[in-house]
Every structure is written in structure tokens, then in C-alpha cells.
């Protein structure tokens, strides 16, 4: 196995401890040296905390177990590709390079819906790169909203029957 799918299966494990607590499935790991000095996954419905992404908290997590902000010489390895705000903490924090599993098409922020990592406007751009390990990751993502929307499915049906049923008027 090569090291960009060591460090993505990392981040796939992460992910599926978001999905145990019923969080979005992402996961993330940040590398030095080959090393993991960070790992976390989301818990934006947990803390109720909308910068609790996965990335967030990995950035977090590494300032300050290195004592700095800069982190240029690290690697991120996320199971879905950064938004807007993960993709701005990335590029702040000099994150050498942004390795991600699942495009995201809505808000990905790495080439798919825009390119803020790689944008020569800004004073640090990121290495990218895309598609490790892209099925296993978007599989986490699908199966999670499948799940979801079944489990809504079937609330709504329930409340339904315990309302009497539909009116045949």
C-alpha cells in the first residue's frame, strides 16, 4: 500500500467514528514526517459548532501540539474535498498539501465547484491531490445520506399512522 492510501484509510477511520456518532462521515489526518501529529473527524451536530469540520479540528489539533500556526511542511489527508472555510484555514495555516478521496460539487473548494487552494492570488498555495481512494470515501458519504433519508422516511410515515392515517374526504 502506498502512503497516500495509509494516510487515507487513516482518514477513512475517522470518518466512520463521524458516521458512529450520526455526524457527516469526514475524516482527517495531518502528517509530519511521516508521521500522524493530528486526526479528527466532524462534529458540527455534536457541538453544535459550525467550524467543527473535520479539517478544523485537525489544524487545531496540530498548532498547538507544535506550538505554531505554520504549518508548512504538513500534509492533509481528508475523505472529502475542503469547502470554502477548510480551504481558507488550509491556505493560512501554509498546509504544503491537500491529498482528498471524494469530490464534492457543491462546495469543494479544491478544483471541483472552485480552486481557493491553488489560487495565485493568495500568499500560499497548496499541492493538491485528488481521488484517493474516491470510492471508499464517497461510499461513506452515500450510504450516510441513503440512511438518512430512509430513517426520515420512514419518521414521516410513522407520525403519519399515529395522526390516523390520510383523510379519504
Given at each position: 500500500?502506498?502512503?497516500?492510501?495509509?494516510?487515507?484509510?487513516?482518514?477513512i477511520e475517522e470518518a466512520k467514528k463521524a458516521r458512529e456518532i450520526g455526524e457527516v462521515p469526514i475524516g482527517a489526518v495531518l502528517v509530519l514526517d511521516d508521521q500522524v501529529i493530528?486526526?479528527?473527524?466532524?462534529?458540527?451536530?455534536?457541538?453544535?459548532?459550525?467550524l467543527a469540520h473535520a479539517e478544523i479540528i485537525v489544524i487545531d489539533q496540530a498548532c498547538?501540539?507544535?506550538g505554531t500556526w505554520r504549518l508548512e511542511d504538513c500534509e492533509l489527508y481528508v475523505t472529502l474535498e475542503p469547502c470554502p472555510m477548510c480551504a481558507g484555514a488550509l491556505i493560512m495555516s501554509r498546509v504544503k498539501k491537500v491529498v482528498y478521496g471524494a469530490r464534492d460539487p457543491k462546495a469543494g473548494c479544491a478544483g471541483t465547484f472552485m480552486n481557493l487552494l491553488q489560487d495565485q492570488r493568495f500568499n500560499h498555495q497548496c499541492e493538491v491531490i485528488d481521488g484517493v481512494l474516491a470510492n471508499e470515501c464517497g461510499s461513506l458519504l452515500t450510504d450516510f445520506f441513503q440512511e438518512l433519508r430512509r430513517q426520515k422516511k420512514e419518521e414521516k410515515l410513522r407520525n403519519h399512522a399515529e395522526l390516523g392515517g390520510i383523510d379519504n374526504a
Open positions: 500500500m502506498n502512503r497516500e492510501h495509509l494516510f487515507m484509510e487513516m482518514a493530528a486526526r479528527g473527524h466532524n462534529h458540527r451536530e455534536t457541538n453544535q459548532n459550525s498547538k501540539r507544535l
